[in-house]
């Protein structure tokens, strides 16, 4: 009897250690493949730039890489340290001043130093997706009363076929000149190559975004458009209740190409348009032609590509949490 007890009481432990194990086994290899991946990656890239001699030098590897992430970062922090000095410079004079003057009235002044690989890091990231957002707002709309209709769509269709193939820099210096011509202020809030850069990447990531969310409208099961008109719905709450949640997925997936296209885009709109941001920072270091240009560069191109990375795994994450069709944001 006690020996059958045993035998019961050890089965369920045996069948959690295989668990553990397919589980542990399956983390590694999900762990173990990318890491050689990138391993092969690294060791290729590696060889190839200790054979490329370009006119500034070897081009550079992966230790020169991780040696400037070294060097941007500490070039930051000095940054921060001169912009905490300057303030307290001001709040010491201010002090003073209205000691001397008790009805002065205190001007602080904003610091102007040199914008850091991190603070360009950030400015980028707010120009797309302000630009991402504002195409958002007016392409989802759009889509959706493109895909409701027939005739909109015909009429609308071949705009959208002619202007999504367009390069930014074809975009780009038509921007730049309404921007001039209607933007006009002696103390603008906001910069004109803000603007630049964010309404040249509305206007090229607005097309996925139109075209998706049409696909996915026209695409609704008509089962759902039946119960809709047997319930007689609103047009409005026919849009809420049913076309909202049936398209989700291909809106998102729309989304998700327009977030690509516009990290793609910024790059090189902030190039030419000369917007503090990471296009810039690529730009200015051509141009300075310094031994270490090549490897910042090489630096610049790594946090793009990891940036516009997460950009997608975080859009992928937010189609997770909005979707009805869980397998449909699988990847």
């Given at each position: ?26 983390l590694?290899?999900?762990?173990a ?8 990656f ?9 054979n ?32 905490t ?8 004079r ?14 602080v ?17 707010i120009t797309?997706?302000s ?12 889509g959706?009363?493109v ?24 975009w ?8 001039s ?12 190559s803000?603007?630049?850069s964010m ?34 719905l ?20 729309g ?10 885009v ?6 030419l348009?000369?917007n503090?941001?990471?296009?810039k ?11 270490d240009?090549?490897s ?20 992928l ?5 909005v ?7 699988a990847?």
């Open positions: 009897m006690s020996t059958t007890t045993s035998i019961n009481e050890t089965e369920p432990k045996i069948e959690w250690l295989e668990k553990a194990i397919q589980q542990g086994l399956s590694s290899k999900m762990i493949i990318p890491a050689v991946g990138i391993a092969v690294l060791l290729l890239w590696s060889i190839a730039a200790q490329i001699d370009t006119s500034l030098g070897k081009f550079p590897g992966p230790s020169a890489v991780l040696e400037q992430f070294g060097a941007l970062y500490d070039e930051h922090q000095a940054e921060r340290i001169k912009e000095a300057f303030y307290e410079r001001q709040e010491i201010n002090e003073k001043r209205m000691a001397e003057d008790p009805g002065y009235s205190p001007k002044r904003a610091y102007t130093g040199k914008e850091t690989f991190l603070d360009q890091i950030i400015t980028s990231l797309v997706m630009g991402f957002a504002l195409a958002a707002l007016l392409a989802i709309p759009l959706i009363a895909g409701l209709s027939k005739t909109l769509n015909e009429a609308i269709n071949p705009i959208i076929q002619i202007f999504k193939p367009v390069s930014p820099l074809a780009l210096p038509l921007v730049t000149m309404v921007v011509a209607l933007y006009v202020s002696p103390d603008p809030i906001v910069p004109k803000f603007l630049n309404i040249t990447v509305t206007l090229c990531c607005i097309w996925p975004m139109v075209i998706n969310t049409a696909v996915g409208v026209a695409s609704i099961d008509s089962d759902l458009v039946n119960v809709s008109r047997v319930l007689r609103p047009a409005l709450k026919h849009v809420q209740k049913i076309v909202l949640p049936a398209s989700v997925p291909m809106i998102f997936t989304m998700r190409l327009s977030l690509g296209v516009a990290w793609m910024l790059i090189a709109a902030e190039m348009a000369q503090p941001g990471l296009g920072f690529v730009w200015d270091e051509f141009q300075n032609g310094s031994s240009s090549l910042r560069i090489m630096a610049a191109v790594v946090v793009i590509g990891f940036i516009g990375f997460l950009l997608d795994r975080c859009m994450q937010v189609q997770r949490w979707s009805w069709d869980k397998a449909s944001a990847r």
